[in-house]
């Protein structure tokens, strides 16, 4: 599955809507898309056709590699974001392989990031609905949570607020998550692994 150089790509952060979820782990997704639109200037602002927010923007250097993204953040909640997903995607003609999808991740240490192409869902309720409503054949940007600690369970874990300790490096690994979704849509896939799969 290629990536279609011509159309737009469509860059959903995951999460779920309202300031009581804002700083949960299962939000990063939130959080990379809210710097990504920093980064170009824009408002996120409700979509025309579709549940969620979006700004429209171009990414990347000037030139053939500057693309032209919608960023997303799915006002449902986190397992319904394939309904949201696709209506974007339909609205705005992006093929999955110019999906990319910004979540947490279970397995992966708590910072680390890898990006990759298509896979399973990994237990993620987003990943799933997303799935569901479109196949896998898009990219995600997995940004690592680490396990619950002790017994806790995995709902709660991901519904939980980023700790003390972690928010001392939140910033800097939102950032690199950012950065690596930059390099993802002006680069190609592998020129992102090389950089950011740490």
């Known amino acids: 599955m290629t990536t279609d150089a011509g159309a737009p790509w469509l860059i959903v952060g995951l999460g779920n809507p309202g300031p009581g979820y804002a700083m949960n782990r299962h939000n990063v997704g939130f959080m990379v898309a809210d710097l990504l639109a920093e980064r170009v200037g824009g408002k996120f ?20 590699a500057n693309r032209r993204v919608v960023l997303a953040k799915p006002l449902s909640y986190m397992n319904l974001s394939g ?26 240490d708590y910072g680390t990031l890898r990006l990759k192409l298509g ?9 799933k609905s997303m799935t569901k409503a479109m196949g896998s054949d898009y990219h995600r940007v997995r940004f690592g949570i680490g396990r619950p600690p002790g017994r806790m369970q995995v709902a709660d874990f991901v519904l939980k607020d980023f700790s003390s300790a972690e928010r001392k490096e939140l ?6 998550a950012a950065d690596s979704v930059e390099c993802l849509v002006s680069e190609g896939l592998e020129r992102a692994q090389s950089a950011y799969n740490s």
């Open 83 to 108: 309904g949201p997903v696709n209506a974007l995607r339909d609205f705005y003609k992006v093929p999955v392989a110019n999906v990319v999808a910004i979540h947490d991740e279970l397995d992966i």
């Open 171 to 176: 910033d800097y690994f939102v950032d690199r």
């Open 45 to 64: 602002k409700r979509a025309p056709k579709a549940q969620a927010q979006v700004v429209e923007a171009r990414m990347g250097p000037p030139g053939p």
């Open 119 to 127: 896979g399973g869902d990994n237990g993620h309720n987003g990943l």
